[in-house]
């Protein structure tokens, strides 16, 4: 760190916040102002985050923070064990105020919520004015989403997406969508095998700069969860781009028709991993959106594939993002099925004779990632069906995945995966039973369960779950017309299946209240 001088502007740039073409550093000049970026205790621990997480985002902020020196910017970094680090935000930019005596402070506006209070209690603590600038790396706008939301009985990810569309003209021909329809998720539903060829994602060779970093993480963090090493993950914008390249050169032709699919031994299939990287600024999402676009006109991948990437970028995540700030604060609280069972801490350890169970958490541990179906179908369809408080699920997840943030990681968990919103962002509850793993994986081959029985001795879990949480959750969810079907096969079966049934769920939600794994 440089000498203290006086700047006009001090720049706050967070970690998730890795981009050059930042809305605070478009409104800077590095002749006239400086950068703060710190890594601070508080952010790093207040929830465990995965040691892969952590060095990740340390290495690709240290990373950045030479990217913009070289630029010309005059960079203030704070390192987690520099002398005098407060730990917090608020304290290292009064530090940094102090050292500087700044005109004004500005910040693109951050991913949470809590952080936004924070930063919104600046003025006062420092005595400098603060400049909370409008994030415009988003393609949607909270005040555009807002717009969009206002008024709607029903706000669903898919009418957003349409307009999204229409709005960048992505996939569009003559004012209609490519191919005749907008969506083609009826295609990207096959089951994968293991003799297809799989590719991997790109991998990277830690540096001297990421060196440092996870020794740091290994000696602070260690008794996080996840493992440390091997450490592959990009950490600059051009480690980023390499890293998209060789997804659309390898593995977005199949993405479409195997993102739902599940493989023992295979961590990736045909996703790309670039979540990551998009989330902490490294990657543009237009720009990513443009080039798998272009892959399409160009021959190079199917439609579905091309659409199914692009509706995951376009609408989902620009979709989850609005409602989480149109709904916070009081989102984070929602708890519409009243569930309040501790997480299983099996979680944590993967320590399950459910195979799927185990292969989803394993994966997460040494990877800090699962991909979407994993985490909503595996994962969290179990803390749904068992009744697990969801605010404990959404800690979990918020800890346990690289490219989690609150903003993304919130709606996902309690809106989609755990309906603790009673159906804003859901149109009803993503739960099954074992068959649609089977369906979809080959987890249930060798496990110690049987996925064919639903009740007895080595019965799969998931089956007797899944009828007995429609039973007990009938007063909320039974008017639900996706449901008729479920409700109406559960009315038939005759009483002693019935009971049955809710007698095997009850011991299994029993040896789990108990602490004890199943």
Not at 205 to 228: K, M, N, S, W
Not at 367 to 378: F, G, P, T
Request: hydrophobic content about 40%; overall charge neutral; charged content about 25%.
């Amino acid at each position: 760190m440089s000498d203290p001088q006086p700047c006009r502007n001090l720049v706050v740039v967070l970690g998730d916040q890795l981009s050059p073409d930042l809305s605070s550093l478009k409104r800077a000049d590095p002749a006239s102002d400086r950068v703060l970026m710190a890594e601070v205790w508080r952010e790093a621990t207040y929830v465990r985050h995965h040691k892969k997480k952590i060095a990740f985002l340390f290495a690709a902020m240290r990373h950045f923070a030479e990217e913009l020196r070289a630029a010309g910017w005059m960079v203030d970094y704070v390192t987690l064990d520099a002398d005098g680090n407060t730990g917090s935000f608020q304290g290292e930019v009064a530090r940094a105020a102090a050292r500087h005596r700044p005109e004004r402070v500005l910040v693109t506006e951050p991913g949470e919520w809590r952080v936004l209070e924070d930063m919104r209690a600046w003025p006062s603590a420092l005595g400098v004015p603060v400049d909370i600038v409008t994030d415009t790396r988003f393609l949607c706008s909270v005040s555009e989403f807002r717009a969009w939301a206002s008024g709607r009985r029903q706000r669903r990810m898919e009418h957003f997406y349409r307009q999204m569309r229409r709005k960048t003209g992505l996939l569009m021909e003559g004012g209609k969508p490519a191919g005749g329809q907008w969506n083609f998720d009826a295609d990207n539903r096959r089951p994968a095998k293991a003799d297809l060829f799989m590719p991997s994602p790109r991998r990277f060779e830690p540096d001297r700069i990421t060196r440092e970093v996870l020794d740091l993480v290994a000696r602070r963090f260690g008794d996080h969860i996840g493992d440390l090493e091997p450490f592959w993950f990009a950490v600059t914008r051009d480690q980023a781009q390499e890293a998209l390249d060789h997804f659309m050169e390898t593995a977005l032709a199949g993405f479409g028709t195997y993102q739902d699919a599940m493989l023992r031994g295979e961590k990736f299939l045909f996703h790309s991993m670039l979540s990551v990287y998009l989330n902490a600024g490294l990657l543009d999402p237009m720009d990513l959106c443009r080039k798998v676009e272009a892959a399409y006109r160009n021959g190079q991948v199917p439609l579905n594939a091309a659409e199914g990437y692009i509706r995951q970028i376009l609408g989902w995540r620009e979709y989850v993002r609005g409602i989480y700030w149109m709904e916070m604060p009081d989102y984070g609280d929602s708890n519409a099925l009243n569930a309040f069972a501790p997480l299983p801490d099996f979680y944590w350890t993967a320590q399950t004779r459910m195979r799927c169970m185990r292969e989803a958490i394993t994966q997460t541990i040494e990877e800090a990632y699962a991909h979407h179906i994993q985490r909503l179908m595996i994962t969290g369809n179990f803390a749904l069906l068992t009744g697990v408080r969801p605010q404990e699920v959404h800690a979990w997840y918020l800890a346990v995945y690289a490219d989690a943030y609150e903003w993304v990681e919130l709606p996902n968990t309690l809106g989609m995966s755990q309906f603790a919103d009673g159906g804003l962002l859901g149109s009803k509850p993503y739960m099954s039973g074992g068959n649609y793993i089977n369906k979809m994986s080959d987890y249930c081959k060798g496990c110690d369960y049987d996925v064919r029985r639903r009740t007895g001795k080595g019965a799969c879990p998931f089956n007797a779950l899944y009828w007995d949480f429609l039973d007990r959750n009938a007063d909320v969810l039974k008017g639900n017309p996706r449901l008729n079907r479920p409700y109406a096969t559960w009315a038939a079966m005759d009483a002693d299946t019935r009971k049955a049934l809710k007698a095997h769920a009850g011991e299994v939600l029993e040896q789990l209240a108990g602490g004890r794994p199943v």
